[in-house]
C-alpha cells in the first residue's frame, strides 16, 4: 500500500493568484496522477506526472494553467494559475502500479477561489 | 475513449438491508476495476480492487463482481449500516486509447442508510 499526503489540505484563494500543492508519497513511485472533482461532480483526471519526463496533460488541460513538478520519485506539485471561481474545487494526487495495481488517493486539497 | 455509469445516482435504505450499486463501462480492454468510498470533503478510500482477470472480490461485508465482456461490475453491500452512508465511486483502469495506470471514474452513488 501507499500513504499519500497533501498540502494544504484546504485554501481560500483571490481570483488572480496563484496556489501550489504539495503530494507526498511514503514509497517509491513511478506515476503520480492529478485530479480535480468539481462540486458535486466526479473525479476528472487532470494529468499525469511521471519523474524525469514533462507531465502529460488531459484534453481540456494545458500546461500553464497547471504546471506540474516531479522532482523525485515520492514527491510532485500541482500549481493552479491565475486563478478564477471556476477553479474552486478537490484536488486530489494519486499513485498507483502500472497495469495491475491498486490506486491510492491523498486526502485531497479544497480549494475555494473568490 | 473509456466511458464508466453508475446506477443509481442516490439509494436511500434503512439499516439492515442488502443492496447492489451498478457500474457498466464501454471499453472492455481494462487492466482492472477499483471501487472506491468517499466521505463527504474527505479524500478516497480503496474498497475493492478486481484484475481484469478475476471475476469478484470480497471484503467483509462488501462484494464485488466484475463481467468483463459485458462491461459491467456490481458491489453488493449486506446488512448495511448507517456508517456505510457515503459516495462510492467505480473507477476503471484502462480501456480503448486509454493507457494503463490512469483510471476513469463513474460520477457515483450517493448511499444513505437510515437507523
Known amino acids: 500500500s501507499a500513504v499519500i499526503s497533501q498540502k494544504p489540505s484546504r485554501d481560500i484563494c483571490q481570483r488572480g493568484t496563484s496556489l501550489t500543492i504539495q503530494c507526498q508519497v511514503d514509497?517509491?513511485?513511478?506515476?503520480m496522477f492529478w485530479y480535480r472533482q468539481q462540486p458535486g461532480q466526479s473525479l476528472t483526471l487532470i494529468a499525469t506526472?511521471?519523474?524525469?519526463?514533462?507531465?502529460?496533460?488531459e484534453s481540456g488541460f494545458v500546461i500553464d494553467k497547471f504546471p506540474i513538478s516531479r522532482p523525485n520519485l515520492t514527491f510532485s506539485t500541482l500549481t493552479v494559475s491565475n486563478m478564477s471561481p471556476e477553479d474552486s474545487s478537490i484536488y486530489l494526487c494519486?499513485?498507483?502500479?502500472?497495469?495491475?495495481?491498486?490506486?491510492?488517493f491523498g486526502p485531497g486539497t479544497r480549494l475555494t477561489v473568490t | 475513449k473509456q466511458e464508466v455509469t453508475q446506477i443509481p445516482a442516490a439509494l436511500s435504505v434503512p439499516e439492515g438491508e442488502n443492496l447492489v450499486l451498478n457500474c457498466s463501462f464501454t471499453?472492455?480492454?481494462?487492466?482492472?476495476l477499483q471501487w472506491f468510498r468517499q466521505d463527504p470533503g474527505k479524500g478516497l478510500t480503496s474498497l475493492l480492487l478486481?484484475?481484469?482477470?478475476?471475476r469478484e472480490q470480497t471484503s467483509g461485508r462488501l462484494n464485488a463482481s466484475l463481467d468483463k465482456s459485458s462491461g459491467r461490475s456490481t458491489l453488493y453491500i449486506a446488512a448495511s449500516q448507517p456508517g456505510d452512508s457515503a459516495t462510492y465511486l467505480c473507477?476503471?483502469?484502462?480501456?480503448?486509447?486509454?493507457?494503463?495506470?490512469?483510471?476513469?471514474f463513474g460520477d457515483g452513488t450517493t448511499l444513505t442508510v437510515k437507523p
Open positions: 494519486s499513485v498507483g502500479l502500472t497495469g495491475a495495481g491498486e490506486q491510492y
Open positions: 478486481i484484475q481484469s482477470s478475476q
Open positions: 506526472a511521471n519523474q524525469g519526463s514533462e507531465a502529460t496533460y
Open positions: 514509497s517509491q513511485v513511478t506515476m
Open positions: 473507477a476503471v483502469e484502462g480501456g480503448l486509447n486509454t493507457n494503463a495506470g490512469k483510471s476513469t
Open positions: 471499453d472492455s480492454a481494462i487492466y482492472n
